[in-house]
């Protein structure tokens, strides 16, 4: 059920209904087009980036727990690092 306010209450959040992180998006946009940029042209190989987004994806399990990340986190930051590498490889000659 959603909590609905009047002018004399606070708006309370619906738990588990969360917006997207606009700076979290806005980051993997640029760091996305950066890598794609850099592979057209010609400054990294292909082969180079996929190696680079596997460092992320190693290093972020490596620290997650570090970090203070819970389970969930870790496995949706692990998703989006491992759909840019997948989305990287298509492009290998």
């Known amino acids: 059920m959603v909590d609905l306010s009047n002018d004399n209450e606070l708006v309370r959040p619906v738990p ?6 606009a700076h979290g998006q806005a ?4 760091v996305e087009s950066l890598i794609h940029g850099l592979i057209a042209r010609s400054v990294i190989q292909v082969a180079d980036a996929i190696d680079m987004v596997t460092v992320a994806i190693d290093v972020k399990m490596e620290i997650a727990a570090d ?5 969930d986190t870790k496995d949706k930051t ?4 491992s759909v840019i590498r997948e989305s990287l490889s298509l492009d290998i000659d």
């Open 67 to 71: 970090l203070g990340d819970n389970q």
């Open 16 to 21: 588990g209904l969360h917006e997207p992180d």
């Open 78 to 81: 692990l998703g989006l690092l």
């Open 27 to 30: 980051a993997m946009l640029l």
